[in-house]
């Protein structure tokens, strides 16, 4: 990444952690809005081509940034939804999540679909039915704008606790999405339970026999790597097993090695597009 965008992001970062800028923000342009729905923001100044969107929730207070880059041409064109890392939480409005996401950016440009990387300021933020209702209302929002979305073809893509995300947003809405390929991914299990503060929460959980039967009947693409924390490793080895054991769509890249760093060659280099776009509800 050139050395103007990592000093940009950094300056970012550093300004909206501050005073929980980004929460108060997204208070104002809720009260805003006069009714629930997308609003587009001002001026990307880095990948000026993903414009600068807030989905807003008058019902519940709920918002959520994201950035999105349409297809403009009539047809039916498949949607790609990526997840960041719990390392982005709180890291700039709207522009942050971009850093993770040009990791995939060159391939899907080479393709014809709609393009959308949301932004959490919390981590849970992935795990509440709110979130399943603000993606579901910027699909929406993209069949109204362009009347060109692919049903059928609505895919999850998402880097470490956004890949976790995608494992529990599949659980929630089992029948929306044709695919998800998630890298150096987790899920909670027996031998590692997910935190006390958040286990209230009915979609954070140990994950049961019943779910990875269901999880099953959508196609997973996993990457982890060997050497990665324990979490990690066991989680995807008990995921990809229970998932081929309920005869699953199962696509597997394991690396020797490369720690929780192998995200970024798994996306620029192997054929998980090839194998995304092929997938169909």
């Known amino acids: 990444m050139p050395l103007f965008y990592r000093f940009y992001f950094l300056v970012m970062d550093a300004l909206n952690k501050r005073g929980g800028a980004i929460k108060e923000y997204k208070k104002r342009l809720t009260a805003k809005a006069e009714k629930t729905g997308v609003i587009k923001q001002g001026f990307a100044l880095l990948y000026p081509a993903y414009k600068k969107y807030f989905y807003c929730d008058k019902n519940t207070g709920e918002g959520y940034f994201f950035r999105y880059k349409p297809i403009k041409e009539k047809g039916e064109y498949p949607v790609v939804i990526y997840h960041h890392g719990n390392g982005l939480n709180r890291a700039g409005k709207n522009d942050v999540q971009l850093v993770e996401f040009s990791k995939l950016i060159k ?56 890949g976790y995300a995608c494992v529990y947003e599949v659980l929630r809405n089992p029948e929306r999405y044709a695919a998800a390929v998630i890298s150096m991914s987790y899920t909670y299990n027996e031998k590692f339970a997910p935190p006390d503060e958040i286990q209230e929460n009915p979609y954070v959980r140990i994950l049961t026999d019943d779910d990875y039967e269901a999880l099953s009947k ?60 092929a997938k169909e509800r």
């Open 218 to 277: 959508t196609p997973f693409c996993l990457s982890w790597a060997k050497d990665d924390c324990e979490l990690m490793v066991v989680s995807n080895n008990l995921l990809s097993e229970k998932l081929k054991k309920n005869n699953g769509d199962v696509k597997l890249k394991v690396y020797e090695n490369g720690g929780h760093t192998i995200a970024g060659d798994f996306f620029k280099n192997s054929d998980w597009d090839e194998w995304l776009f």
């Open 107 to 162: 391939k899907l440009n080479k393709r014809k679909c709609h393009q959308i990387a949301v932004h959490l300021d919390v981590s849970c933020e992935y795990n509440r039915e709110a979130y399943s209702r603000a993606l579901d209302g910027i699909v929406r929002f993209i069949k109204q704008t362009y009347n060109n979305v692919d049903f059928d073809r609505i895919y999850l893509t998402g880097t470490s606790h956004g």
